[in-house]
């Protein structure tokens, strides 16, 4: 819960689910959900209490971030010199490891002054603009895409 889903509560939810299975067996989602809501405040905005804990459970289940990193090596592999990665994420977990896997082949890692010369960099992708957010008029007429962060990097000729 803290992990996949950055639950502040998670220690909170955690123990009342543990303490709720021990009475009787959560057999339904709706169960848990009430569960989470009673032991979450909610807060100011319309977003369920438990919607971050569901989250953390189905990245988990499905292996979402893994498979993102995987997705991401396949897609770069596939790409021609010029060629243009472009990945829409939907949740801060997602858009860090994109923004970090872009970063890594685009910029140089930091410089250790206490640590002899390490080989030269060669950028292979270039990061192209600012990530990339939808604005009020996209998410009034379309509400999901309020999380959606576009990135964008080009594939350079020394990575051929």
């Given at each position: 819960l803290w992990t996949y889903g950055e639950e502040r509560m998670s220690r909170r939810i955690a123990r009342a689910i543990v303490a709720r299975r021990a009475q009787q067996p959560i057999e339904r989602?709706?169960?848990?959900?009430?569960?989470?809501?009673?032991?979450?405040?909610?807060?100011?905005?319309?977003?369920?209490?438990?919607?971050?804990?569901?989250?953390?459970?189905?990245?988990?289940?499905?292996?979402?971030?893994?498979?993102?990193?995987?997705?991401?090596?396949?897609a770069y592999a596939a790409l021609k010199p010029q060629g243009r990665l472009a990945v829409i994420s939907f949740h801060s977990l997602e858009d860090r490891i994109v923004k970090r896997y872009i970063a890594a082949r685009a910029k140089a890692p930091p410089a250790n002054r206490r640590l002899p010369?390490?080989?030269?960099?060669?950028?292979?992708?270039?990061?192209?603009?600012?990530?990339?957010?939808?604005?009020?008029?996209?998410v009034a007429s379309n509400p999901r895409s309020r999380s959606a962060v576009l990135r964008v990097a080009e594939k350079l000729e020394a990575a051929a």
């Open positions: 989602t709706a169960d848990l959900a009430q569960l989470i809501a009673a032991v979450v405040p909610r807060g100011k905005n319309d977003i369920h209490p438990a919607t971050r804990s569901f989250q953390a459970i189905r990245i988990h289940i499905n292996r979402e971030l893994a498979d993102l990193e995987a997705g991401l090596d396949a010369v390490a080989e030269t960099f060669v950028p292979t992708l270039r990061a192209i603009g600012d990530a990339q957010k939808a604005d009020a008029a996209e």
